[in-house]
């Protein structure tokens, strides 16, 4: 089983930016698919961004050029750092994994509970 942690989630103003952590335990995050999504009010859980065990990146269209993800192997954490912070981007921000090298699709496996981030104009 792995154990995903999320943290940094806060109220930022618009243009503002913001790193959201998640610390994993049980399994290494260099060795899989990771991923994080968000569910803003009213909406559907989206896929925001995800990264293989090769480095390969992909991000939803309304992030790109905004939202960088990344891991750090030594610390078994992955991060999404967010620019330009937009008030359409209030949601609680997810963090999840799968038991996959690579990221053929969006479906994970676990997930944390959540950090929220609220953005205001």
């Known amino acids: 089983q792995v154990q995903l942690v999320e943290s940094g989630g806060g109220s930022v103003q618009a243009g503002g930016s913001l790193r959201l952590s998640c610390a994993a335990s049980?399994?290494?995050?260099?060795?899989?698919?990771m991923a994080w999504f968000r569910q803003g009010p009213g909406n559907e859980r989206e896929g925001v961004a995800n990264?293989?065990?090769?480095?390969?990146?992909n991000y939803a269209n309304a992030v790109k050029g905004r939202f960088t993800i990344s891991n750090d192997n030594a610390k078994n954490t992955l991060y999404l750092h967010m620019n330009s912070l937009k008030p359409e981007d209030t949601a609680m921000y997810y963090c999840?994994?799968?038991?996959?090298?690579?990221?053929?699709?969006?479906?994970?496996?676990?997930w944390g509970k959540g950090t929220l981030v609220t953005i205001s104009s």
């Open positions: 999840a994994a799968r038991l996959s090298t690579t990221c053929q699709d969006w479906a994970m496996d676990y």
């Open positions: 049980g399994s290494t995050i260099s060795r899989r698919c």
């Open positions: 990264i293989d065990r090769y480095g390969n990146t």
